[in-house]
C-alpha cells in the first residue's frame, strides 16, 4: 500500500480507528511529520488535537540512525541494542542529548506560546506518527502521554516494519497500523509526496483543530508541484529509490548527493530541497546505494561506484519530459560532495554547478582539475580539517570556484540557524548558475561569496 501523502494517510488510519468515536479521545502528532496525519484523525474521530513534541537522537556519525530518544516531562529512552553496535561512549551520548534537549526546549516553548497543552488525564490518548523506523520517538510520546495521566494509550502509524512493532506493543495499550511490510526500507518509500512539513504548517493545522481558522476550500488551496513523487531509477545493476519535486515552471533541476551514513530522507538535505524548490529549482533526491549495499562500509566510500551512479542518475533525469531544456547542478554533502565532483568531471552529464555541503573534495583525486561547473564550497568555520581541506581543493579547481565559511558551523551544520545560511548559500549560488537570466530575481538572504 502507498499513500499519496500524509493527508491521504491520515484519512485512511482514520478509518480503522472508527471504534473510538464514542470514547473521550484526545489525538496527538508527534512534530513535524505526524501532525497532518494526526489531524486527519483527529477530525474523524470528532476529538482534539494536541502535539507531543520529541527529539530523535541521531547516532553522531550516523544522525539518521537513532540510538534513542528524549520528549516533554524529561522523558528519555535508549536504545540499547543500537549503543552497543556503534560502540558509543556516555560523552558522545550526552552531547548528542544535550543539543537535542536544547531544541526540543525551544520547539516545545513555540509551540505553547500559541497552543496550551490539551488536557491527557483519564483520556484515551491516540498517539500518531507518519510511520516508524526505529520506534525511539514513538516510544517517548507513549511515556509522554503516561506521564501526563492517560488512562489508555493507542499508538496508531500507516506503516511501521513488524519487529519495531513486536517491540513497541508493551508501550501502548494498542498499536494500529495500516502497513506492516516485510522489506521496510524507510517511512517515505511508503509516500508518492513525502516532502518536510513546517513549523507553519503544524501550527496552521492546530488553529485549524481548534476552529481558530476554517479549513480552506479544495479552490483556493495551493497549487501542488507540477511533479513531487517517489522514482526508482536504474543505474548500472543496481535499481535506486528517489524522490523528485519539480516546482511550476522550473528555472532548473539539482541532484542531491547525500554522505556516508545518509539517506534522501535526510531531513538536513529536505530542508535544503525544500528551500530550492521554493527558489523555482527541481530536485531530485536518491539514495546512492540500495539496502543490501549501505551494510557494507566499503561502499558507502567507494566514490568511483557512487559517482557512476550519480552518471547514470543523471542521464535518466535529463530524459524526463519535464525536465527537457532545463540546466542540472549537483549539491552534495560530506563524502556525496565527492562524487559530486567526480561526475561533474564526466563531460557527458554537463553539469552547470555544483554545491558541496561540508565536503570532502579532496577524495575527487585527480577529477577535480577536470571539473568546468562554477562551484561552490560550503563548510562551517568550526569543522576546521575540512575548511582547510576545501581551501586547499579551490586551489586545484580550474573552473569558478569559491569557498563560503558559515561562522560557528560545524560538519553537520546543526547550530542555530547553521543549517539556513548554507541553504540559502546554496539557492543563491545554483539560481545565479542554473536559471536563464531572465528568470532571475531578487531573493531575501542574498549573501556575497569570497570567490577563491
Not at 470528532?46 to 537513532?66: C, F, H, N, S, T
Not at 499508538?155 to 506493543?169: F, G, H, I, N, Q
Not at 513525502?194 to 513549523?199: A, K
Request: proline content about 5%.
Amino acid at each position: 500500500m502507498l499513500f499519496d501523502d500524509r493527508r491521504d494517510a491520515g484519512r485512511r488510519l482514520a478509518e480503522r480507528l472508527e471504534y473510538l468515536q464514542d470514547e473521550d479521545v484526545v489525538v496527538v502528532g508527534l512534530p513535524r511529520g505526524g501532525v497532518p496525519v494526526a489531524y486527519e484523525v483527529a477530525r474523524a474521530l470528532d476529538a482534539p488535537l494536541d502535539v507531543i513534541v520529541v527529539r530523535k537522537l541521531g547516532v553522531p556519525y550516523q544522525p539518521e540512525l537513532a540510538f534513542g530518544a528524549i520528549g516533554e516531562n524529561d522523558v528519555k529512552v535508549i536504545n540499547d541494542i543500537v549503543v552497543a553496535y556503534t560502540q558509543l561512549s556516555s560523552e558522545d551520548m550526552a552531547g548528542v542529548e544535550r543539543r537535542e534537549r536544547d531544541e526540543l526546549a525551544r520547539r516545545a516553548e513555540r509551540l505553547r506560546r500559541t497552543h496550551p497543552r490539551v488536557p491527557l488525564a483519564g483520556r484515551t490518548v491516540v498517539v500518531v506518527d507518519d510511520g516508524i523506523a526505529t520506534g525511539a520517538t514513538a516510544r517517548a510520546a507513549c511515556e509522554v502521554a503516561w506521564a501526563h495521566g492517560a488512562q489508555r494509550v493507542v499508538l496508531a502509524v500507516p506503516v511501521a516494519p513488524r519487529d519495531t512493532l513486536a517491540m513497541l506493543k508493551g508501550q501502548a495499550d494498542e498499536v494500529v497500523c495500516l502497513e506492516v511490510p516485510t522489506w521496510f526500507g524507510a517511512v517515505g518509500s511508503w509516500y508518492h509526496r513525502f516532502g518536510q512539513v513546517s513549523d507553519a504548517e503544524v501550527t496552521e493545522l492546530l488553529r485549524r483543530a481548534a476552529g481558530e481558522v476554517r479549513e480552506p476550500r479544495s479552490d483556493s488551496a495551493v497549487d501542488p508541484p507540477l511533479r513531487d513523487a517517489e522514482v526508482r531509477i536504474q543505474a548500472e545493476a543496481a535499481e535506486l529509490a528517489g524522490h523528485l519535486t519539480i516546482p511550476e515552471n522550473p528555472v532548473g533541476m539539482v541532484v542531491f548527493a547525500h554522505g556516508s551514513g545518509s539517506s534522501r530522507h535526510s531531513p538536513r538535505n529536505r530542508y535544503v530541497a525544500d528551500v530550492l524548490n521554493r527558489a523555482g529549482l527541481g530536485t531530485l533526491l536518491f539514495d546512492l546505494l540500495t539496502p543490501d549495499e549501505e551494510v557494507h562500509r566499503a561502499r558507502v566510500f567507494d566514490i568511483e561506484l557512487l559517482s557512476r551512479r550519480l552518471v547514470d542518475v543523471t542521464d535518466w533525469l535529463s530524459r524526463q519530459s519535464d525536465v527537457t531544456g532545463l540546466r542540472i547542478g549537483y549539491f552534495g554533502a560530506s563524502t556525496g560532495a565527492a562524487a559530486a565532483l567526480r561526475a561533474a568531471a564526466d563531460p557527458s552529464v554537463g553539469i552547470a554547478a555544483v554545491v558541496s555541503r561540508g565536503g570532502r573534495p579532496d577524495l575527487a583525486g585527480a577529477d577535480l582539475a577536470a571539473v568546468r561547473a562554477p562551484t561552490l564550497l560550503i563548510v562551517g568555520g568550526d569543522d576546521h580539517a575540512v575548511l582547510e581541506l576545501n581551501r586547499l581543493a579551490a586551489h586545484r579547481m580550474s573552473c569558478e570556484t569559491a569557498v563560503a565559511v558559515v561562522p560557528g558551523a560545524t560538519h553537520l551544520f546543526a547550530e542555530p540557524g547553521a543549517l539556513a545560511k548554507a541553504a540559502e548559500l546554496a539557492r543563491d549560488w545554483l539560481v545565479d548558475q542554473l536559471a536563464p537570466a531572465s528568470a532571475i530575481h531578487d531573493r531575501s538572504g542574498s549573501t556575497t561569496d569570497t570567490r577563491s
